[in-house]
Every structure is written in C-alpha cells, then in structure tokens.
C-alpha cells in the first residue's frame, strides 16, 4: 500500500538553527511529492514540489527538500529558523499520472521555534 | 487567501443529524476534492469531483455523499453523524487532474455533540 512516514509528531528548533523535517515514502512507481504546511485554524498551504526533474526544489519562505529515491525520503529543510516557522507540516504523495489534489499525507510533525 | 471558500466555518450538530458543508473551488478550477482531518486518522482524502463527475474516491464512509453543481461549486453531505465524525473538513480544488497544484480551503470544523 502507498503511504508516507513523516519521523518525529514534533520537533523543536532553536530561532536561527537548521531545520530539519523527514519523509520517507513506499512506491512502486514514480511518486509526486509535496510538501505543505498548516498554520494554527487555517487551511493548507503549498510549500513546495517535486514532480520530475531537478531532486532538489525550493520553495516559499526559504524551504527546500530533495528527493532521494535510493531512500525514498523527501526532507524538508531550512538553513536557519524563523519565529513564524512555527507551524505543522505534512509531507504528502500522488502516483501514477500526477493527479495532484489526490494526496496521501503523513500524519503532521509540529514545529517548535524556541526564541 | 487561497481563492477556494468553505462555508460554514464551524458547524456544531448532534448526534443522528444531517449536514451539507459547501465549497466554492477557485475560479476557473474543475477538480474538487474533499478530505477530512482528525486527531487519530489524521488528513483522509474522502472523494474527488472533476467537471461535475466523481472522479476518484478514498476513504469515504456510506453515510457520506457529495457532488458538484455545473457552477462547479461542491457540497459534502453527511448523514447519521456520529461523535467520531467530528473533525475538520477540507476542501480544495485544482484546474485539472494532471500535473497541477491543488489549493486548499480553510476547511469547516465540524463538532457533533
């Protein structure tokens, strides 16, 4: 079955530090992968995505993920973390022909930005 | 503000009854999708609408239906809720079912009580 593992329901950062959020997925066939996040009472929001090509992708407010498929990971990372980082994210996956609204999704790791 | 508006925003309904979440999809956008997010499912993709035909589904129960109106806009019907059907409910929409991105709704937080 399809499914997607995001390790660690929380991580805590300090305000400047790297931030490091994993995925790992299971596919048979190529996978789309996402990543989105979710600020406290409001609804999901596209951070980035790989589809094809280039592995590494960057997305809005610093944050990129690579695609590794020898691991199947697809980590998310920022190179140094804001107060308004503070948020829950999900890593999520489509197959097949990249219909991309019909999403797999971890279940959330919720991070902590300590001033 | 992501263009696709869910209505109500929060809904609080007792066991047994009957409920219609609605969504409007972002202008233009053909494909809705409905996903439900709780504490111990986490976000479930429940059913997919492309230009006004079911198009794929999930994990939706029986007593859940949905459809989508040729203004393109989509209702989600839950019937015979119960306490374990509280939960946010998101709505988000794409402009095709191919390599696009799918924007979501701020989502209707349904409480039954």
Known sequence: ?115 | DSGVTQTPKHLITATGQRVTLRCSPRSGDLSVYWYQQSLDQGLQFLIQYYNGEERAKGNILERFSAQQFPDLHSELNLSSLELGDSALYFCASSAATGNTEAFFGQGTRLTVV
């Open chain 1, 1 to 115: 079955a399809q499914s997607v593992t995001q390790l660690g329901s929380h991580v805590s950062v300090s305000e400047g530090a790297l931030v490091l959020l994993r995925c790992n997925y299971s596919s048979s066939v190529p996978p789309y992968l996402f990543w989105y996040v979710q600020y406290p009472n409001q609804g999901l929001q596209l951070l980035l995505k790989y589809t094809t090509g280039a592995t590494l992708v960057k997305g809005i407010n610093g944050f990129e993920a690579e695609f590794k498929k020898s691991e199947t990971s697809f980590h998310l990372t920022k190179p140094s973390a804001h107060m308004s980082d503070a948020a829950e994210y999900f890593c999520a996956v489509t197959y097949g022909s990249g219909n991309t609204g019909k999403l797999i999704f971890g279940q959330g790791t919720t991070l902590q930005v300590k001033p």
